[in-house]
């Protein structure tokens, strides 16, 4: 059952050859997406106080407001944002709006100088926080004393918090379903799952954001992109190594091996800032729930593939010879089920999955190099919470881990989300090793 | 091009003090993964306990050396009883997810603001190796090594570093020569064998992962305290996936393998960067620039472990039949 290695050795060279065609076709469309951020540039300038001496003129991230007392815009403010040794400032415009630009992703202390303040004015809240981690431009608005503050009920932010989980676990469902269908036909624990999504995310970005493709026909073509990408994967590596017989430690090694030479491919072709593809969309409010028409709409592109995933399982022959192979293979290519067939239809079908998820959060949320890595554990949380190998479990998972991740951030910093989920996850398989919906007899 | 600088620099490698830090952590994975079977991809989490360890011990409770390695070797075991409790009954891969995590949730936790109080947030500790240099027997000066003049400083910590390497070389050899390191040997093999025999494979497994990670823990520690700064992102699970392609270079059931494969990957990792950078330099890689030559080195690490494990899974020192990755 040994296949040579040069075989191997050819598929690998396949692999590389396409990134590469792609890396040409990529750098060469590039240039046209360095127009167009959206932050007005014609604001008075910041000053740059200390800490950086790159030209500010180049930055990416910004943090800005208005200043207003009782609808009257406040003139000749100073506001100052720091950062470790950063820090930069800028004065409030007759519109009583200010804007500093800051050189990059971090939470940055925001504070008003209230020696600029005009005589008998006071603010409520002189030290805010900037959070860039996630989005490039952070609004930042000051509250004069003497002016209602308007208060959210805890009732209410819960409710808000659980509707962007939900959003964000249906997201992470359709991503998650992809790892646990390979998982569950291949054994393979992939660690290069992460850089599918980040592939929808940038094709995204490259089709809709800076060539201006419109937004369905840029999605289907991103999405069918990664199907590919993934039909090349298993062609070129997995299936001969499955061939070789490796062993699936190895292979999970490989897949980390994978996973860092694709994310370094990214990083060359499409550079490390945070694309901006400005979905944007209509604001929609319904009771506490402030949204976009944008996300309503990613949501039920999320519930009709989940909803198609699950026809596909249960009431097509491929998808019942898809869970008989999961149960178990020999079995299934004894009764005459075509097993690597099986497999090349759930790595395409998987791949194509997770790039609609890397499209959905480019379009939401944002994207770079390293948007698929960052949730890869989040993704592993899923399939592992809902149980292994089973697709069900991995949309309960991904819902679980998504309400934790939005609603933990009521209660700790926002920048430990992520952990909370990864706490949630060890502590659940301590109380239920198999996992929400998972057989016992995986266990081993 | 100068040849004889990228030359010395890539010899400096060979006793530089990231080399001996990898190799420590990689020993410990190798007591892990080599002799037990466990899957760890949390080695990070347990340097990053030693680091944040020493760091705190020696900062905010203002102990001595001694009293601040301790603190962050406790640190670790404390962290792999906490993982194994759980796990170590499981199927190997919840090992591997679960200490993935743990390491991944320890970064976020390292990183906060929030607790700046005692981790220095995103800037990090810094400045806590007074203790340790007071020890230093060498008088303040230039030492010139022949390829490479190291202050007395930088001579004091090779020699730590190295010398821990050494001590943990010679305890894993006599510990896995044992009674006791033949039976983890088993559990690597065949768990149930060994079960049958009466053993009881929880508790081996869990002095396992104890130990690899304390010593994983030392690697953390000689790695901050060359700098004397510990940064959360120092931390990141790249750090766990380079000690793995260190451990597979060298060979992941010997002991010699993860010395000899710290010091071949860190001095592949210098040359090609100044290699590259050299050529990059005189113009012969115009679609490059020196940014990206540090990227393409990360991009080769990934190629490098894929190709490993695809064909020579045992490494430079293994043997095959050792080590067939069950699973």
């Known amino acids: 059952m040994f296949l040579p290695k040069h075989t191997l050795g050819r598929g690998l060279a396949f692999v590389f050859a396409t990134l590469a065609i792609a890396a040409s076709a990529l750098t060469i469309s590039a240039p046209a997406s360095a127009a167009g951020h959206p932050v007005a540039k014609s604001q008075s300038a910041p000053v740059v106080l200390a800490g950086d001496s790159s030209d500010p003129s180049t930055w990416e991230y910004s943090i800005g407001g208005a200043l207003k007392l009782n609808g009257k815009p406040v003139k000749g403010v100073t506001i100052i944002a720091t950062n470790g040794k950063f820090s930069a400032k800028s004065v409030s415009d007759v519109g009583g709006k200010w804007l500093i630009a800051v050189p990059e992703a971090a939470i940055y202390k ?21 959070d860039l981690t996630a989005f490039s431009f952070a609004p930042v608005l000051f509250k004069f004393a003497g002016q209602t503050v308007q208060t959210v009920s805890f009732g209410d932010q819960l409710v808000g918090r659980l509707f962007s989980g939900l959003n964000f676990g249906l997201l992470l469902a359709i991503a998650s379903i992809g790892i646990s269908l390979i998982f569950g ?179 939401e949320l944002q994207a770079n190099w390293l948007t698929g890595f960052d949730i890869l554990l989040l993704l592993f949380a899923s399939v592992t919470l809902g149980g292994l190998g089973t697709a069900l479990g991995a949309t309960v998972g991904a819902l679980i881990i998504g309400m934790v991740v939005e609603v933990s951030s009521l209660f700790i910093p926002n920048e430990l989300r992520y952990a909370a989920a990864l706490v949630i996850l060890i502590v659940i398989l301590i109380w239920r090793p198999q996992g929400v919906l998972g057989k016992k007899q995986r266990l081993g | 091009m100068d040849f004889g600088q990228i030359f010395n620099l890539t010899a400096g490698e060979l006793i530089g003090v990231f080399t001996a830090a990898y190799a420590l952590c990689a020993l410990g994975l190798a007591m892990h993964f080599g002799f037990t079977g466990l899957l760890n991809f949390g080695q990070a989490g347990f340097a990053a306990l030693g680091a944040y360890g020493y760091a705190f011990a020696a900062l905010k409770l203002g102990w001595n050396m001694w009293g601040s390695f301790g603190f962050g070797m406790v640190c670790a075991a404390v962290f792999a009883l906490i993982l194994g409790l759980p796990t ?74 190295w010398g821990l390497v050494a001590f943990v070389a010679v305890l894993l050899v006599i510990l896995t020569r044992s009674p006791w390191g033949r039976t983890l040997k088993g559990i690597r093999e065949d768990e149930d064998a060994v079960r049958s025999l009466g053993k009881n494979v929880f508790v081996y497994k869990m002095q396992s992962l104890v130990l690899g990670g304390v010593i994983g823990s030392l690697g953390g520690m000689v790695f901050v305290l060359s700098s004397q700064t510990n940064q959360a992102s120092t931390w990141v699970s790249n750090f766990t996936f380079m000690t793995w392609t260190v451990l597979l270079l060298g060979g992941a059931a010997t002991i010699l393998g993860p010395i000899v494969g710290s010091a071949v990957f860190f001095m592949f990792l210098m040359f090609t960067q100044a290699f590259l950078e050299g050529l990059v330099n005189i113009g012969a890689l115009p679609f490059l620039s020196i940014a990206q030559v540090g990227q393409i080195r990360y991009l080769l690490v990934g190629l490098f472990l894929m190709l490993l494990v695809i064909f020579r899974p045992q490494g430079f020192f293994g043997n095959k039949k050792e080590l067939q990755f069950n699973g």
């Open chain 1, 110 to 130: 925001v504070s008003i100088d209230k020696a600029t303040l005009p005589s008998g004015m006071a603010v409520a809240n002189p030290e805010m926080e900037a």
């Open chain 1, 185 to 363: 036909t291949t054994g393979l624990s992939n660690f290069a799952h992460g850089e599918m999504v980040t592939l929808g995310a940038l094709m995204m970005w490259l089709l809709h954001a800076s060539m201006g493709w419109p937004v369905i026909l840029a999605g289907l073509v991103a999405v069918l992109v990664t199907g590919a990408f993934g039909w090349v994967q298993d062609a070129a590596l997995w299936r001969p190594l499955r061939k070789r017989r490796m062993g699936l430690n190895q292979m999970m090694i490989v897949s980390i091996g994978f996973s860092i030479v694709v994310r370094y491919v990214y990083l060359l072709l499409f550079d490390g800032d945070t694309k901006d593809i400005a979905g944007g969309g209509n604001i929609i409010k319904f009771g506490p729930v402030s949204t976009t028409d944008l996300t309503l709409w990613g949501m039920l592109i999320s519930v009709v593939a989940l909803g198609g995933v699950a026809l596909f399982l249960t009431r097509t022959r491929i998808g019942k010879a898809t869970r008989a192979v999961s149960d178990n293979a020999a079995l299934a290519s004894a009764t005459g089920i075509d097993v690597e067939r099986i497999i090349r239809i759930v790595w395409v079908t998987a791949a194509a999955l997770t790039g609609l998820a890397g499209v959905l959060y480019g379009l």
């Open chain 2, 88 to 161: 170590l009954r499981l199927r190997a891969d919840y090992l591997a997810i679960v200490t993935i995590a743990a390491a991944q949730a320890l970064y976020f936790f390292f990183g906060t603001e929030k607790y700046a109080a005692f981790t220095g947030g995103s800037n990090g500790l810094s400045e806590f190796g007074g203790d340790f240099y007071g020890y230093n027997p060498f008088p303040v000066g230039r030492y010139d090594l022949g390829i490479i003049t190291l202050s007395e400083k930088e001579i004091w910590i090779r020699v730590v570093s």
